[in-house]
C-alpha cells in the first residue's frame, strides 16, 4: 500500500499579507536597482576610450553588457513579482498554475513570487 505525501496547505491570509510586503518591498529595491544600473550602463556607452587598446575595450564592452544584463534580471523579477501580486489581488496566489494544487508554504516563503508546487517545477526542469 502507497502513502501519498501530505497536501500542502493553503497560506494563510495573514501569510499572504506578510509576503506581499516582502514582495513590494523587494519590487521597490529592484526597481531601482535596474534603474541605477541602467544609467551606470549608459554613461559608460557615452565615455571615450582612453586608448586604442582594443582589450580594454573589449573590458569596457563586457562590463556594459554585464550590467546591462543585471539591470534586464532585475526588471524580469520586477515582472514575476508583478504577477504574484495580481495573483494575490486576484485570490489565485498559493496555486499552482500548472496543476492547480498548493504550493507549499515552505517554497512561498523562500520564493515567494513562485507559481508552480515543487513536483511540476521538478517535471519541468526534467524536460529542458
Not at 565615455?47 to 553588457?65: M, V
Amino acid at each position: 500500500m502507497s502513502e501519498r505525501a501530505a497536501k500542502p496547505k493553503k497560506p494563510t491570509k495573514r501569510l499572504i499579507a506578510s509576503l506581499r510586503k516582502q514582495l513590494e518591498e523587494e519590487r521597490s529595491e529592484l526597481l531601482a536597482q535596474a534603474a541605477s544600473l541602467e544609467a551606470d550602463a549608459a554613461d559608460e556607452s557615452w565615455k571615450e576610450p582612453r586608448s586604442d587598446d582594443d582589450a580594454e575595450t573589449g573590458t569596457a564592452t563586457f562590463e556594459r553588457e554585464r550590467t546591462m544584463s543585471l539591470a534586464r534580471n532585475a526588471r524580469q523579477t520586477v515582472i514575476q513579482i508583478d504577477r504574484a501580486l495580481e495573483r494575490m489581488d486576484a485570490g489565485f496566489y498559493g496555486r499552482c498554475i500548472n496543476c492547480g494544487e498548493p504550493i507549499a508554504i515552505e517554497r512561498l516563503e523562500a520564493l515567494p513570487q513562485a507559481v508552480d508546487c515543487l513536483d511540476c517545477r521538478r517535471k519541468a526542469e526534467r524536460f529542458r
